[in-house]
Antibody
């Protein structure tokens, strides 16, 4: 069974840093693309970042230069390093796995974690 | 403001069919057959319901179907059930970015 468990969220002051983790089981994090999606309180969804099986990464303009996506094969874990945090980064952050055996140009995601809340406030 | 436009709310009675629209431009919805739909119940993670306009992932009910015409994609829920009450988000590939864009979401209410 595929399972994704996020951790690392919490309350952080503006300008601070946090690292989110997404522990995966039932599959290998490097076997498909993996994404981070966030949702501000009471708001809609926003794509944050993606990492491909080959290692390529992309970011939303709103986080480019501040966030870094990565993965650890030995721990089968996806990460999101978040620096220079701003109030507008406050959201629930979800990690999600790409749809297996999908070879189109989009990035539908089929398995999601439960989310971890990041609150940026002084 | 979201890149894709969805109605804020849609409602229907049990057993009825409803359709949620998702309007973009020729740079996203209209230019590619890469629209996905996600269902999200309160306090829960989203769930993929449709990808590539009209494909259903394994396990998704056949009551959910997707289509597209020009710059507008649509999600139809037939035989509406109480469990279908949730927020629905469309997402589309866009040539303006590697990452897709979401719609603002539609709250579906079952009367």
């Amino acid at each position: 069974e595929v399972q994704l468990v996020e951790s690392g969220g919490g309350l952080i002051q503006p300008g601070g840093s946090l690292r989110l983790s997404c522990a995966a089981s039932g599959f290998t994090v490097s076997s498909n693309y993996m994404t981070w999606v966030r949702q501000a309180p009471g708001k809609g969804l926003e794509w944050v970042s993606i990492i491909y099986s080959g290692g390529g990464t992309y970011y939303a303009d709103s986080v480019k230069g501040r966030f870094t996506i990565s993965r650890d094969y030995s721990k089968n874990t996806l990460y999101l390093q978040m620096n220079s945090l701003r109030a507008e980064d406050t959201a629930v952050y979800y990690c999600a796995r790409g749809l297996p055996s999908y070879y189109g140009s989009a990035h539908p995601v089929d398995d999601w974690g439960q989310g971890t809340l990041v609150t940026v406030s002084s | 403001q979201s890149a894709l436009t969805q109605p804020a709310s849609v409602s229907g009675s049990p057993g009825q069919s409803i359709t949620i629209s998702c309007t973009g431009t020729s740079s996203d919805v209209g230019g590619y057959n890469y629209v996905s739909w996600y269902q999200q119940h309160p306090g829960k993670a989203p769930k993929l319901m449709i990808y590539d306009v009209s494909n259903r992932p394994s396990g998704v009910s056949t009551r959910f179907s997707g289509s597209k015409s020009d710059n507008t994609a649509s999600l139809t829920i037939s035989g509406l059930q109480a469990e279908d009450e949730a927020d629905y988000y469309c997402s589309s590939y866009t040539r303006r970015s590697t990452l897709e864009v979401f719609g603002g979401g539609t709250k579906v209410s079952v009367l």
